[in-house]
């Protein structure tokens, strides 16, 4: 199977080619053993920061490529389908969207260029609370105007790589819920120097050991002080801002899995092939092809509706119900090939030398997050499809 794809231009078959050759240096010994030890990929992500992967949604004044949202998908892409791991840098390119955006052109001049270079790391973008799952306006992180600070108190879940990141963005109420007229109002976005936070001790941050080494943390808040500068955006319209990486999110989750499903299915028709029981190759049998061409057919459909999201976002068009409606698809399909994938090679699909369990536990987990598939379902069935409201 071919990495490149038909709906791109040619230069984005290039960035392609320039992924997967960087990605053969990485082969799975490499994330076995950090899969084994729960370390962070640190020598591919500066990689991939070398050779300006990461700063590709930049413009070029701030030192990247200034090149929109199809690379990005492009290089997700590509990275998951040579059997790498996105999730340890995908953070960087959509939390640009929120920075480009929304941020001001001073906080453009300080970070983004330092970001590109790599001198500082944005991986870490704090959003969920334990008590507040997938209702962002329920949060209860508070950051209170005290002179030029806000004082931040409260604690985040699920903030990955933030033991791996010098700067977070981070959602706080700036004001009191039962005092805004919306429930999404009177909620702030802050830019977060992570090391000075730690370095104060205001900052705590705990790992959580999971089924997939995704550095993954819990984070805890006491007195911490954010300059006002730091504010990104309009104080208490926070949420507005986050909605457009969110966005991007979507996106860029759903080309890692398109990515996913055709490694699986590339492994499934290599073993399909070569794998001879009763004295014929297991891939004549319909029982073990048939899933491998549904999981293809799905994935191709999964692929148009990312390239599709991604074309209306670069046009400045609304891209919400395209880019849910892409993240589900593509992680259904990363599963539905990883299951292929499994059954093809029987007990062989679960040994670690394989990379097949080690894949499937990564992709598993793009059916719960960054939005679960039932809030995608009750999204499109509200937005697209004018149902009742279910939340």
């Known amino acids: 199977m071919q990495f490149l794809s038909p709906f791109e231009p040619q230069h984005f078959h290039e960035i392609r080619d320039g992924v997967r050759r960087l990605c053969e240096k990485f082969p799975g010994e490499y994330w076995r053993k950090l899969d084994a030890d729960r370390e962070y990929p640190t020598s591919f992500v500066d990689a991939l920061t070398s050779a300006g992967y990461l700063s590709v949604l930049i413009p070029e004044e701030y030192g990247g490529s200034g090149l929109g949202l199809s690379a990005a998908v492009a290089i997700l892409e590509t990275i998951q389908a040579m059997g790498c791991n996105g999730a340890a840098c995908h953070a960087q390119m959509y939390n640009m969207a929120i920075i480009l955006r929304h941020g001001s052109d001073e906080q453009k001049r300080l970070y983004l260029p330092a970001i590109a270079s790599g001198a500082l790391r944005l991986q870490a973008f704090g959003v969920t609370e334990p008590g507040s799952g997938s209702d962002t306006t329920a949060l209860r992180t508070t950051a209170v105007r005290d002179g030029d600070y806000f004082v931040v108190s409260g604690q985040k879940i699920w903030t990955s790589r933030a033991?791996?990141?010098?700067?977070?963005?981070?959602?706080?109420?700036?004001?009191?819920?039962?005092?805004?007229?919306?429930?999404?109002?009177?909620?702030?976005?802050?830019?977060?120097?992570?090391?000075?936070?730690?370095?104060?001790?205001?900052?705590?941050?705990?790992?959580?050991?999971?089924?997939?080494?995704?550095?993954?943390?819990?984070?805890?808040?006491?007195?911490?002080?954010?300059?006002?500068?730091?504010?990104?955006?309009?104080?208490?319209?926070?949420?507005?801002?986050?909605?457009?990486?969110?966005?991007?999110?979507?996106?860029?989750?759903?080309?890692?899995?398109?990515?996913?499903?055709?490694?699986?299915?590339?492994?499934?028709?290599?073993?399909?092939?070569?794998?001879?029981?009763?004295?014929?190759?297991?891939?004549?049998?319909?029982?073990?092809?048939?899933?491998?061409?549904?999981?293809?057919?799905?994935?191709?459909?999964?692929?148009?509706?990312?390239?599709?999201?991604?074309?209306?976002?670069?046009?400045?068009?609304?891209?919400?119900?395209?880019?849910?409606?892409?993240?589900?698809?593509?992680?259904?399909?990363?599963?539905?090939?990883?299951?292929?994938?499994?059954?093809?090679?029987?007990?062989?699909?679960?040994?670690?030398?394989?990379?097949?369990?080690?894949?499937?536990?990564?992709?598993?987990?793009?059916?719960?997050?960054?939005?679960?598939?039932?809030?995608?379902?009750?999204?499109?069935?509200?937005?697209?499809?004018?149902?009742?409201?279910?939340?």
């Open 163 to 391: 033991e791996h990141s010098d700067l977070m963005l981070l959602l706080a109420r700036t004001s009191p819920r039962d005092q805004v007229t919306k429930k999404t109002d009177g909620l702030s976005i802050f830019i977060v120097d992570m090391n000075q936070a730690r370095t104060a001790g205001s900052l705590t941050i705990r790992p959580i050991r999971t089924m997939m080494n995704h550095a993954t943390t819990e984070l805890f808040f006491d007195r911490m002080r954010i300059p006002v500068a730091n504010l990104l955006g309009k104080e208490g319209k926070g949420f507005h801002c986050i909605l457009s990486g969110m966005n991007a999110e979507r996106v860029l989750i759903a080309a890692e899995c398109v990515g996913d499903a055709k490694w699986f299915t590339r492994k499934s028709i290599a073993y399909a092939n070569q794998r001879v029981v009763f004295d014929r190759p297991i891939g004549m049998n319909q029982g073990v092809s048939f899933p491998i061409a549904r999981a293809h057919a799905n994935m191709r459909a999964a692929e148009l509706m990312v390239h599709e999201a991604a074309r209306l976002c670069e046009a400045g068009l609304e891209h919400g119900p395209e880019a849910n409606m892409a993240k589900m698809l593509a992680a259904d399909v990363a599963v539905e090939a990883g299951n292929a994938c499994i059954q093809t090679y029987g007990g062989y699909g679960f040994a670690e030398e394989y990379d097949i369990e080690r894949k499937f536990r990564e992709a598993r987990l793009y059916q719960v997050a960054p939005v679960s598939t039932n809030l995608i379902l009750s999204f499109i069935a509200e937005h697209v499809l004018k149902l009742p409201r279910s939340y």
